[in-house]
């Protein structure tokens, strides 16, 4: 990513140090990114569009309805619906070391245009499967779909190539459907109602959830468990949450790593990746950039300065 914001730092006016805004513009969307050079408390910002913010360098303190207040972190995202307010704080903001976001703001049409298709596709075990970005705020952690598609979006946003609108439109459709698919799972995760207890997809997310830094959890275990064959199970898991298994479990490591890291100041990496449920630190550090965009100490300095 930092390849992409000098490009965009080489072509950018800079007229404030408080959330300093470069926009640019596609069919269907916008990218605006942010900048804050110095010390800031108590921003409010609001837009008339459905967006996804994405944090790229430094830390926010978030204050939006709904959600408790929350430190934004370099690979974290927020889904804000249209007209929802956010009050944000920079702790870290330096001259030399700037606070940087972005927004990418989506036509609701298009929105509505890509639901509708998800939703004659998705397989989720229940009838309930009228998937919708709705009205409330939501925070993602560790999605690593949702941040190889920003990294992509900021590149072909910020360099004019003749495909640009084309390639922006199939970026746009794919990561609506990575959130509605996020929706999807975080239903099946926060399931407090037991609405999905009695399906065999349910039982073995709990199950995961149970023994998460279990270091012996196995695709076959889980097909076991969930006593579906190796190869159904994958692919019932896949369609069901969006990502395979193994991938699955290794995002909730990752998002444990990083809430030791945060906690924690006196750990070494190694001891990080133990904790967190992984056999050694070379398989972690892979999954963690894999995943984060940045290996774990470049994510402990980013949160660190």
């Not at 830390?59 to 619906?81: A, C, N, R, T």
């Not at 746009?172 to 065999?200: C, H, M, P, S, Y």
């Not at 990502?243 to 945060?262: A, G, M, Q, W």
Request: overall charge neutral; some cysteine; proline content about 3%.
């Amino acid at each position: 990513m930092n390849h992409l914001l000098r490009h965009h730092k080489s072509h950018r006016k800079l007229t404030t140090l408080v959330e300093n805004r470069t926009t640019y513009n596609a069919d269907y969307a916008e990218l605006n990114i942010y900048e804050t050079h110095e010390y800031a408390e108590k921003v409010s910002l609001t837009f008339n569009f459905p967006v996804i913010a994405s944090m790229l360098t430094g830390k926010k303190i978030m204050h939006i309805d709904g959600l408790p207040s929350f430190d934004f972190f370099p690979g974290e995202s927020v889904v804000m619906p249209t007209n929802k307010e956010m009050i944000i704080d920079f702790p870290l903001a330096k001259a030399n070391d700037p606070t940087q976001c972005l927004a990418l703001g989506i036509d609701s049409d298009k929105i509505d245009e890509v639901v509708e298709k998800f939703n004659h596709h998705v397989t989720i075990e229940s009838e309930n499967n009228n998937w919708k970005l709705d009205d409330s705020a939501s925070h993602l952690i560790n999605n690593v779909d949702v941040n190889h598609l920003v990294e992509r979006l900021v590149h072909t946003f910020t360099n004019t190539t003749s495909s640009k609108d084309v390639l922006l439109d199939l970026m746009i459709q794919e990561l609506i459907v990575r959130l509605l698919q996020t929706k999807a799972k975080a239903f099946l995760l926060n399931d407090t109602d037991g609405i999905f207890n009695d399906t065999r997809i349910g039982f073995v997310i709990k199950y995961i959830k149970q023994n998460l830094t279990n270091k012996d959890i196995t695709v076959d275990l889980l097909a076991e468990k969930a006593c579906m064959s190796a190869s159904h199970f994958h692919k019932k898991f896949k369609n069901t949450l969006g990502v395979s298994p193994i991938d699955y479990i290794n995002s909730e490591k990752i998002k444990f790593s990083k809430k030791l890291i945060k906690e924690t100041k006196d750990l070494r990496m190694s001891e990080i990746a133990f904790k967190s449920g992984f056999n050694n630190t070379s398989y972690f550090n892979r999954q963690f950039k894999k995943m984060e965009l940045m290996t774990p100490q470049q994510f402990k300095n980013s949160i660190s300065k």
